[in-house]
């Protein structure tokens, strides 16, 4: 891992340190056994992926001089959503993380967003904020520094309520169990404000922290015990909208949407990782 005082420019090309822990999930270039001319490398192709993801652009206008053909590599891509390589790949950078930093799991926020999905698909629908167009929503759940620890994909006219709770039975890595001296806080906006979502919150033992209206936050005393935290899952929406291929959804399967929010998030995590070792 780098330094503190090393800088990590915007991830382009799989950086060493990262291809140690991913390229054992993804395999041998070519399989034991097969014939035929030799295949592309996987860190070619998996640099491909995250061109794909950072850039926007579609897969066949990949540049095949610098990658691959596009059909190679989003053939690649197929098998590896098809095998759970990118949520193996999330689940690894979360262990990594655990291991040299620690997971900040006292601290959790939840929160969705909605982005554009011209293309339409699985797990779509008419944005409430867009005119009805044609929309999906994020919801994402996050440590207190802003790794992803769960993503669920619905249209964008899934109210959050309605997604919160399969949001937090989603975290890809076990949740270390309740201890009464290291609670686990979970900040939630206004939206969740429903009977049914805080019950089931306190049920899997989260101290839940709801905003409310501002009539109500007028009545507060000035000073807090503790500040509000929901702008760390804002932020990580942010992160992820860095990516343009998620900002705007192309893919119509929402496997391969979330297959490419887990890339992301693996890159996040890891810039996480790198900044505090």
Not at 215 to 237: L, N
């Amino acid at each position: 891992m780098a330094t503190k005082t090393d800088s990590l420019d915007t991830i382009w090309r799989t950086p060493d340190a990262l291809w140690a822990l991913i390229a054992p999930i993804l395999g041998p270039d070519k399989p034991p056994g097969t014939v035929g001319r030799p295949s592309t490398p996987n860190r070619v192709l998996f640099d491909a992926i995250i061109f794909v993801l950072r850039s926007g652009c579609p897969w066949q206008v990949i540049p095949r001089e610098t990658y691959a053909p596009g059909s190679t590599v989003h053939g690649r891509f197929r098998h590896w959503v098809q095998q759970g390589v990118f949520l193996h790949a999330w689940q690894t950078l979360l262990h990594s993380y655990d291991t040299h930093v620690g997971i900040a799991w006292k601290w959790q926020a939840l929160d969705g967003v909605i982005t554009k999905a011209p293309l339409g698909g699985e797990d779509t629908g008419p944005s409430p904020v867009d005119r009805s167009k044609t929309g999906t929503k994020r919801s994402v759940l996050t440590d207190r520094r802003g790794a992803p620890l769960a993503v669920e994909i619905t249209g964008a006219n899934t109210h959050d309520k309605t997604v919160a709770l399969a949001t937090l039975d989603g975290i890809v890595v076990d949740r270390p169990e309740k201890v009464v001296y290291r609670l686990h806080h979970l900040c939630l906006d206004q939206g969740y404000d429903y009977a049914d979502v805080i019950e089931g919150v306190e049920e899997r033992d989260y101290h839940l922290h709801l905003a409310k209206g501002e009539a109500e936050r007028a009545k507060r005393p000035v000073k807090k015990k503790h500040p509000a935290r929901r702008w760390v899952v804002e932020r990580t929406h942010a992160w992820h909208n860095r990516f343009r291929r998620l900002l705007i959804r192309w893919e119509k399967k929402s496997t391969h949407y979330e297959a490419l929010i887990h890339v992301a998030s693996v890159l996040i995590i890891f810039r996480i990782v790198n900044r505090l070792t």
